[in-house]
């Protein structure tokens, strides 16, 4: 075998031995030193040990040291530093040499200190793990101050949860079957054993492989990131409560995000308490104490996902308790760290703990919700199981966190009691949901927003005028809260003035597009703008089956006729109250017995969709398909208000139907005079047949006074010619008409005067009596009572 041949036959990195006789003359020689020095056996056996040296004076005595350092000579010619060392053997004349290369005793003294380096500490954690991931060796081989212990031979289902061996598991076998290291990994560990204890580490791994580049298993390093990770967590807990709590003005949702940012990030159980008085909006009591705190369960949360049966259930009354030390601390705006020992103890009542700790549960943080000197509730949170305890840096995130909790609570505590005063006083300003005349029946319906959305200022209203009329009304404030309620009490107190002027309903918004500039003139510049209203009045004559309308910048209403065509009434309103300057036109429609007219705001569009147009279309299938379903007035209101949208109505909303009756038959007599004193003869002539026709002699005689007063001043004073009307209804009506624009007054006359008394007598033989005015002349009209 050539020189080449040995050392490529030879094994890498083996140490290379010879054996020498007591005259250093070699009588034996290894592979590896053939591979070496270059030289095979044949070339060296019996041949003087000193003769390989690449320079003979190192060893001026004819020997070399028993170890150190020298250079040989190799058969190439070139000289190679090795690193030797002498052992004697059993047998008196013969030594066994043994020597490396220089430079693979120093890369053997570098792995050897950083072998040493590694295992003799703790700060860093190693192991060593073969192919099966089991431990070979490991500086936490006997405990660790920090992470489980890693005895030699365990593996990482020994030592960890399942699920987080699991994921180590897969991330070690990756590096040994691809090679690519591992770097920084993010891990977490929680022990199996108690006390149950959890870190996070920072894992690098690389493979490691035999002399012929074959895997051997992994070498593992890792450092304790526990602090950096609960830092982190606690940060990043921070900033979700403070994103999430808070942004409803709903009590009960605000104390859900309460406990729902609680878990399972930072407990594993969690609820809150409040005040029954911040439920509805009030201050809650002043507390000092056991006994009846008061108190509601409002939120709960799990992390398994179901809430435990043996604890007190969201919705029902917290107990009593005793007069107990943790009690006081938090009525005084402390929060508390307790353990469950400890809490066994203080309660002394099984059937109290049973309420308070959940089945496992070995730790709890309770904080107040402490704002403006007031403890709104508490929120307790509990951590079960292999969930390590709580420490006081958890306790101050808890208390942060109430803090934080607790101004949000407030907020929506507040909102809930001005939103209730206003919707109070919004349903105080309303009139009456339903009423019902022989001709007209009504029903409204009012809807707050909701979301978190104020108050607004939508109204409706159904006013009884004479001759059996009724003027329908539906309006919308701009803008919400308070002010919107109040501006919308003035607006209807206005147009009921106005509606018992019996004034046109254009006229009618005129005066009130005034009223709505005055009021605007009132508020601050700023403001000014914000200041209006939209608004329809309708104008319901069962005598005629027609319904007079006007509009101010609002929604047209829709007519449902009875074979269940509906139809959006065509009509141009005018610009919304506020603007003035422009004129407000009337349409008139035919409402027939058993048509339903409906007036809305554009609240209830805005919950059937956002495009008005295809939400009217939708309004008005909705409200065919209800008339063809048979429902009364007011179940068909309710459900318009339900709405088809996917979102909660950002906009309150009202709607009012109203469906017209018929007339009896022949319930009407129309009649019409010249101005002719002979008329007064005629017009009583007729009035007291009709009423024998009708069966009411009864009324005959007051009816002939007023008939033959009001015909006679028409004749008078006003010229001709002159109509009279009879309406029986509940009450006897009487009409007369004249071209005159005067406007009739009652006075009393003097003893001496000849006349002045014919009003005076008119008012007191009638219920009621008035005038409205027509687009020519005026019309009187006298109610009575029905005679027995």
Known sequence: MNKDDAADDAPPHQVAAALVDARGVVVGWSRAAEHLVERPAAEVL???????????????????????????????????????????????????????????????????????????????????????????????????????????????????????????????????????????????????????????????????????????????????????????????????????IGGTLDIRRTAQDIVDTLVPDFADVAWLDLADAVLTGDEPPKTFGGGDLHLRRTAVNSANGTWPPGLLQSGEPVPAFPDLPMIRELQEGRTILIDREALVQGLGDQAHLRLAAPEGGHSMIAAPLFARGLVLGLVAAWRTDESEPFDEEDTVLLTEIAAHSALGVDNARRYTREHRAAVTLQRRLLPQAFTSTRVLETTGVYRPASGGAEIGGDWFDAIELPSLRTALVVGDVTGHGLHATATMGRLRTAVQTLADLELPPDELLTHLDDLVSRLAGEVEPAQRDVVGATCLVAVHDPVAGSCTMAAAGHPPPLLALPDGEVTEVTMRPGPPLGVGGLPFETTTVDVPPDGVLALYTDGLLQRHGTDLGAATRELAGRLARLRSSGGDLTAIAHALMTGSGSHPPRDDAAVLLARASALGTGSVATWEFPADPRAVASAREAAT???????????????????????????????????????????????????????????????????????????????????????????????QELSD
């Open 46 to 244: 019996g041949r003087s040990v000193l003769r390989l040296l690449a320079d003979p004076s190192t060893a001026p005595a004819g020997r070399l040291p028993d170890d150190g350092t020298t250079t040989l000579r190799c058969g190439s010619g070139r000289d190679i530093p090795v690193r030797y060392r002498v052992d004697g053997l059993r047998h008196p004349a013969l030594s066994l040499v043994l020597a490396v290369s220089a430079d693979r005793a120093a890369e053997s003294e570098w792995d050897a200190a950083l072998s040493r380096a590694l295992l003799g500490q703790e700060s860093v954690g190693f192991a060593l793990r073969d192919a099966d991931l089991a431990v070979v060796r490991s500086n936490l081989a006997h405990g660790a101050s920090a992470g489980p212990t890693l005895p030699v031979g365990s593996r990482l289902t020994d030592v960890m949860h399942p699920d987080d061996a699991a994921k180590a598991e897969a991330g070690l076998r990756g590096v040994l079957e691809t090679g690519v290291p591992l770097v920084a990994r993010k891990q977490r560990v929680r022990s199996t054993r108690p006390p149950y204890e959890e870190w996070s580490f920072s894992v690098s791994a690389v493979r490691t492989q035999d002399p012929r580049g074959r895997p051997t298993g992994v070498a593992v390093l890792f450092t304790d990131a526990t602090a950096h990770w609960q830092a982190e967590r606690r940060r990043e807990l921070r900033h979700r409560a403070s994103a999430v």
């Open 689 to 783: 047949g009709q009423l024998a026709e009708w069966g009411l002699e009864g009324n005959a005689f007051v009816t002939e006074l007023i008939v033959s007063e009001l015909v006679t001043n028409a004749v008078r004073y006003a010229g001709g010619p002159v109509g009279l009307r009879m309406i029986r209804d509940e009450t006897l009506i009487c009409e007369v008409t004249d071209p005159s624009n005067t406007q009739p007054r009652m006075r009393r006359a003097r003893t001496s005067e000849e006349g002045g008394r014919g009003l005076f007598l008119v008012a007191q033989l009638s219920r009621r009596w008035g005038s409205r005015y027509g687009q020519t002349g005026k019309t009187i009209w006298v109610e």
